[in-house]
T-cell receptor, first 116, second 112 residues
Framework: EPEVTQTPSHQVTQMGQEVILRCVPI?????FYWYRQILGQKVEFLVS????????KSEIFDDQFSVERPDGSNFTLKIRSTKLEDSAMYFC??????????????FGDGTRLSIL | DAKTTQPNSMESNEEEPVHLPCNHS???????IHWYRQLPSQGPEYVIH???SNVNNRMASLAIAEDRKSSTLILHRATLRDAAVYYC?????????????FGKGTKLSVIP
C-alpha cells in the first residue's frame, strides 16, 4: 500500500537555526498538509497546500514557517529561525484528487524536531 | 468543526469486541463523522467515516445513532495492535476547510 514518507525521523537543531523537514506524499495525491504534535498534546493543523499555493493555514503558521513543493515528489516545511517551542513531532499528510470532507488524509510517521 | 466528546481511556481484553463511543450533540446536517487512530510513535491513520447510515470496512464498523448525536466505533475483535488513541472528528461539508481538528481522543489499552 502506498504511504507518505518523512525524513529525517529525528532532527536536532540549535535554537535560531533554520530547519527543513521533508515529505514524499503518495504519488497521485494533490493536496498536502502539515500538522504538529507537541509532546503530550493534541495534533494541530498547520497548513494545507494545493496547486502550488497555500489553501489554508492556522495561527501557528506564522512568518517563520514556509512550505514548498520543489519538484514533483517532495513537499517541505521550513522553519526559518527555530525557537524552543517549535520542538514537536511534525506530520505530513496527503489526500487524493479532491480535498473534500470525504477524502481521508494519509499521514506519515512524522519527524521529531528537537530544538536545543 | 462541531465539538465531540470521548472518554479519556478504555480497556479491552484481546480478541473481544470494543465499542468506542463519541458524543456530538451539536452536529449539523452537513457534518460527516470521521474516525482516525494514532498508534504509539506513529502518525494518525484513517479508520472509517459515515454520514447517517452504519458503515463497515476491513478495519472497523461505525454505528451512527438515528438522531446523529452520537456514534460508536466498533472493533470486532481487538488485537494488541489496536492499542492506540482513537479520535472522533466531525468534518463540515459546507465549511470549505480541509483541515482535521483533533481532540484528545480515547486511549485504548488492549490486555493480553
Amino acid at each position: 500500500e502506498p504511504e507518505v514518507t518523512q525524513t529525517p525521523s529525528h532532527q536536532v537543531t540549535q535554537m535560531g537555526q533554520e530547519v527543513i523537514l521533508r515529505c514524499v506524499p503518495i504519488s497521485n495525491h494533490l493536496y498536502f498538509y502539515w500538522y504538529r504534535q507537541i509532546l503530550g498534546q493534541k495534533v494541530e493543523f498547520l497548513v494545507s497546500f494545493y496547486n502550488n499555493e497555500i489553501s489554508e493555514k492556522s495561527e501557528i503558521f506564522d512568518d517563520q514557517f514556509s512550505v514548498e513543493r520543489p519538484d514533483g515528489s517532495n513537499f517541505t516545511l521550513k522553519i526559518r529561525s527555530t525557537k524552543l517551542e517549535d520542538s514537536a513531532m511534525y506530520f505530513c499528510a496527503s489526500s487524493e484528487t479532491e480535498a473534500t470532507y470525504n477524502q481521508p488524509q494519509h499521514f506519515g510517521d512524522g519527524t521529531r524536531l528537537s530544538i536545543l | 468543526d462541531a465539538k465531540t466528546t470521548q472518554p479519556n481511556s478504555m480497556e479491552s481484553n484481546e480478541e473481544e469486541p470494543v465499542h468506542l463511543p463519541c458524543n456530538h450533540s451539536t452536529i449539523s446536517g452537513t457534518d460527516y463523522i470521521h474516525w482516525y487512530r494514532q498508534l504509539p510513535s506513529q502518525g494518525p491513520e484513517y479508520v472509517i467515516h459515515g454520514l447517517t447510515s452504519n458503515v463497515n470496512n476491513r478495519m472497523a464498523s461505525l454505528a451512527i445513532a438515528e438522531d446523529r448525536k452520537s456514534s460508536t466505533l466498533i472493533l470486532h475483535r481487538a488485537t494488541l495492535r489496536d492499542a492506540a488513541v482513537y479520535y472522533c472528528i466531525l468534518r463540515d461539508t459546507g465549511a470549505g476547510s480541509y483541515q482535521l481538528t483533533f481532540g484528545k481522543g480515547t486511549k485504548l489499552s488492549v490486555i493480553p
